[in-house]
C-alpha cells in the first residue's frame, strides 16, 4: 500500500479501516482516524467497546485482521520496536512486576528504553507525590497507576499512549494529570488518549472520537462539542400531580423511575424560558449535569441501539 | 541480548536455582559419600531386594566404580527429573507469567525487539543451566576427590555432564516453546512441563517391566545415554548432539512464535 505519510510529514497517529475481531460481535471493525502531530486526540467508549484493541494494535502487540495502522508512517506491527523509540505509553492494566520497589522498577525501565537523564524522572514522582520505595504489590491501584505515568512520560516521548490513564487516580491526581497532559501538549507531544471519563477528555483534548461495540461512532472537534452539548436536568416535584401536570405540558420530559415526582428535561440554549417556565410548579429539588458524551453522540448520530453500560 | 533484562531477570532466578543447587549438592554429597565397595555390596543387595522400585528410578546397574554408582544413583532421576522444575519454574518466570499478568506490555514498550526480549529470555535460563551443570560437575569432583582420591575418572564425568547439560536444554526449550504458543497460561506452563512429566514417567515404566519397548523407542529421554557417554559410546554422543540440536532448534522456533502471535498484554 503506498501511504503519503512520511516520518516527519502527515499524521502521527494514523489508523485505516482497521478490523481485528474476537469473535462473538468482540474487537474492532472499520476503524479509521489520524491523529495531527502536536494533537491531543480523545478516544472514547464504553468498557469493552474496543479502546485497548485499538491501543494494543498501535503498540504491535496484535497484528490486524485488515487494514493498517501506522505511527510516524511506520507499520506498528513490523516496525514496533523502532516505533517505540519516540513513544511512551501506559497500559490499561497496571501489571508492573510486582515483586520490584518502584524506584527499581522505575530504575529498569529507564534503562530498558535507554534514558540517561533521571531529572525528568524523579520530578515526575515529585509531581505525582509518588512514594517509590515501597514495593508495588503493596501498592494501591492509584498509586500503581502513578508508577505507569511517571513510566509513560519520563522519556519526554514524541508520541503518548494513555490507556484509560486516570484510573484510579483521586480527583488531585487526577487534575496534576490534565495539567501534565496540557504541559506536555505545549512540549509539542502528539497524545492519545482513551478514556470513559468527559471531564479529562474535554480539558485536555482538541478533537475526540467515540467507539461503541468496536465501531467508530464518530469524531468531532472539541468545540464543536462544547457548542452542541446540552444541559440535562433532573427536576423533582412536591408531589407525582403536579409532576403529571408538567409532563402532559412538556412531552421532552421523561418521568425518572428512582424519584417518584421526577423527571428529566434536556434543554439547549433556552435557558430563560426554562427557568420562567419552571416557576409555575411547585419545585423541591433541581439537579443540573451537562450532557456525557455518550448521550451527545447519541444524539448527534442517533443511530445507536441502546444497551451496553457506560461503566 | 538486553543486559539490563538480563542482569533483572537473572537475579529474580538466583533464589530458586540456589535452592535447587543446595538440594543437588547435598544428594551429590550424600549418594558419593554413600560409596564403598563394601557399603556398595550392601546397597546391590537392597537393590536386588526390591529390583522394580530401584529400576524405576533407573538404579538398576550392578555398580564397581564410582562414576558407574554415581550415575546409578544420580542420573536417573535426580539431576534430570528434579532439574525439570526449575525449568518448569523459570519457564513460568521469564515467560508465562509476563505474558499472563500483562507485565509484558512494559517489556515491549520499550525500543526492544521481541527477538532480543525473547532471546534474552533465553539466554537466562540457558546460562543458569549451565552454570548449574558446571556447579553439579564441580561439586561431583570436589566430593570425589575429598572422599576417593583418584577413584573418578573425571573425562568420562565431564562428558556426561556435557549429555545432561543437553538434556537440560532440550527440556528448558520446550517449555519455553509452549510458553510462547499458547495464551493461556496453564497450557502455556503444563504442556510443555506435562509432556516431559509423561516422558519421565513412560521411563519409570520401561525401566521395571521390558515389555514397554515401545515406549522406550519413542521417549526422548533415552537420547540421554549416560552410561554410554561415559565409555565414549558413539551412539550414546550422537544422541547427547541431537538432544542439543534439539533445544536449538525448539529455542529458536519458540522466539519465532513470540515474534509472529498476537500479545494480548
Given amino acids: 500500500m503506498n501511504h503519503p505519510s512520511g516520518p516527519e510529514t502527515g499524521p502521527a497517529i494514523e489508523i485505516c479501516d482497521l478490523k481485528k475481531e474476537y469473535g462473538k460481535g468482540r474487537g474492532v471493525f472499520d476503524v479509521s482516524f489520524a491523529v495531527e502531530r502536536g494533537e491531543t486526540f480523545g478516544f472514547l467508549g464504553p468498557n469493552g467497546a474496543g479502546k485497548t484493541v485499538t491501543m494494543r494494535t498501535l503498540m504491535g502487540f496484535i497484528r490486524p485482521d485488515e487494514g493498517d495502522a501506522r505511527i510516524n508512517g511506520l507499520d506498528c506491527f513490523r516496525n514496533r520496536a523502532r516505533i517505540q523509540e519516540r513513544l511512551g505509553y501506559l497500559p490499561g492494566e497496571i501489571a508492573c512486576m510486582d515483586e520490584m520497589t518502584g524506584a527499581a522498577f522505575l530504575e529498569f525501565m529507564a534503562r530498558m528504553k535507554k534514558l540517561r537523564d533521571r531529572t525528568r524522572m524523579n520530578e515526575l514522582v515529585e509531581y505525582f507525590e509518588l512514594d517509590p520505595a515501597r514495593r508495588i504489590r503493596k501498592m494501591s491501584k492509584g498509586t500503581k497507576q502513578k508508577v505507569g505515568l511517571v513510566c509513560a512520560f ?17 480527583p488531585l491526581m487526577q487534575s496534576r494529570f490534565i495539567d501534565l497532559v496540557l504541559q506536555e ?3 509539542g507531544a502528539t497524545i492519545l488518549l ?15 472520537a467515540f467507539i461503541r461495540a468496536g465501531r467508530l461512532v464518530g469524531s468531532m472537534r472539541m468545540d464543536d462539542v462544547r457548542k452542541s452539548r446540552k444541559r440535562v436536568f433532573v427536576i423533582t416535584f412536591a408531589d407525582a400531580a403536579t ?23 434536556t434543554v439547549a440554549g433556552n435557558f430563560d424560558a426554562f427557568v420562567k417556565d419552571l416557576a409555575a410548579y411547585d419545585i423541591v429539588d433541581l439537579t443540573a449535569h451537562e450532557q456525557t458524551l455518550e448521550e451527545l453522540f447519541m444524539h448527534l448520530y442517533g443511530t445507536m441501539e441502546k444497551g451496553g453500560s457506560h461503566e | 541480548m538486553n543486559k539490563t533484562l538480563f542482569a533483572k531477570e537473572l537475579r529474580a532466578s538466583l533464589f530458586v536455582s540456589g535452592i535447587i543447587a543446595a ?14 565397595p563394601e557399603l556398595g555390596e550392601s546397597l546391590d543387595a537392597m537393590m536386588q531386594s526390591m529390583p522394580e522400585v530401584f529400576a524405576a528410578f533407573g538404579m538398576s546397574t550392578q555398580t564397581t566404580t564410582l562414576i558407574d554408582f554415581m550415575l546409578n544413583y544420580l542420573y536417573g532421576f535426580l539431576l534430570t527429573a528434579f532439574v525439570l522444575v526449575l525449568v518448569l519454574i523459570m519457564a513460568n518466570k521469564l515467560m508465562v507469567r509476563h505474558l499472563d499478568r500483562g507485565s509484558m506490555a512494559y517489556l515491549l514498550a520499550t525500543p526492544n525487539s ?14 543458569v543451566l549451565t552454570a548449574l551443570a558446571v556447579l553439579v560437575t564441580a561439586l561431583e569432583m570436589g566430593f570425589a576427590e575429598a572422599l576417593f582420591p583418584g577413584e573418578l575418572d573425571f573425562e568420562a564425568l565431564a562428558w556426561v555432564n556435557a549429555g545432561l547439560l543437553a538434556l537440560w536444554l532440550a527440556m528448558a526449550a520446550s517449555c519455553f516453546l509452549s510458553a510462547c504458543l499458547f495464551s493461556n497460561a496453564a497450557a502455556a506452563l503444563w504442556t510443555g512441563g506435562g509432556l516431559w512429566i509423561l516422558f ?16 522406550e523407542s ?22 547427547a548432539v541431537v538432544l542439543a540440536v534439539s533445544a536449538v532448534a525448539l529455542f529458536t522456533a519458540a522466539v519465532t512464535v513470540f515474534t509472529r502471535r498476537d500479545l494480548s498484554v
Fill in chain 1, 154 to 170: 519520563m522519556a519526554s516521548p514524541d508520541i503518548i499512549l494513555l490507556d484509560e490513564p486516570t484510573s484510579g487516580l483521586d
Fill in chain 1, 185 to 187: 501538549k505545549r512540549r
Fill in chain 1, 194 to 208: 482513551s478514556s470513559h471519563l468527559f471531564e479529562e477528555v474535554e480539558r485536555t483534548c482538541d478533537r475526540v
Fill in chain 1, 243 to 265: 409532576r403529571d401536570r408538567y409532563a402532559r405540558a412538556h412531552v421532552d420530559a421523561s418521568p425518572q423511575p428512582q424519584g417518584a415526582a421526577s423527571v428529566e428535561v
Fill in chain 2, 23 to 36: 538440594v543437588l549438592a547435598l544428594y551429590i554429597g550424600m549418594i558419593i559419600s554413600m560409596f564403598d
Fill in chain 2, 114 to 127: 521481541r527477538v532480543r526480549i525473547a532471546g534474552t529470555m533465553i539466554g537466562v535460563v540457558a546460562t
Fill in chain 2, 200 to 215: 519421565f514417567l513412560m521411563q519409570m515404566v520401561s525401566q521395571v517391566d521390558d515389555d514397554f519397548e515401545l515406549l
Fill in chain 2, 218 to 239: 519413542i521417549n526422548p529421554l533415552t537420547l540421554f545415554d549416560y552410561y554410554g557417554l561415559a565409555t565414549g559410546d558413539a551412539s550414546a554422543i550422537g544422541g
